[in-house]
């Protein structure tokens, strides 16, 4: 895991490169980074794995994490795919200059393009049933060498209960009508380990009360 200096040296490098965006992603990017635990968890299996290549990553959102792989050395291209076309924008002028592609996409219809590591964060159970499985699935063939997620867990006991609670009271609130079906993580590592992937499942939930997972799946 990078140790703190790393991380207090990295943060402030990756939020230099928003400054002409809004004040809202300004202060959501350094937060982001600060606060999820996902960063020290992902940054850290990078290290130890050498890098992580080209790098896909699967509803990237403003794109600061692949650009914090870039800036730390541990991914040598990053490939972002979301939705959001304002994000796309912002990550498109945050990664000027770096080794990065990020385009809007429908992860539900788009092939998932080949990469050393495929990466995807908090996405997979906000997609349609159906269409969870096609995505798995593309990760798996497009993945080289590697597949990483961070995955809600349904079977946490009380972290998902929690954790469905705070899901559905903010789709509530943003009226947003989506659905939360997690995908119980035996399922997704069953998916890769049929197509020839050695998987490994790790709490990622540090100082909070969530059911985050880490799952690495790695190409045998």
Known sequence: MPDGTDLQTLIPAVAARYAGASRFTREFVPSKLRRDPATAAILG????????GHVVDLGCGRGQFGIALLLSGDASRVTGLDLDGRKIADARAAAAGLPADFARADLTR?????????LMADVLYQLPDGAQLRVLEGMARAARRRVVMRLFDPDRGWRSAFGMAMERAGRAIRR??????????PEVTALFGRAGFRCAVEPCWA???LPNVLLTAERG
């Open 176 to 185: 947003d009508g989506a659905a939360v079906r997690p995908m119980p993580v």
């Open 110 to 118: 788009a092939e998932v393009p080949e990469g050393d590591t495929v």
């Open 207 to 209: 100082g909070t009360p």
């Open 45 to 52: 299996l990078a290290r130890r794995a050498g890098g992580f």
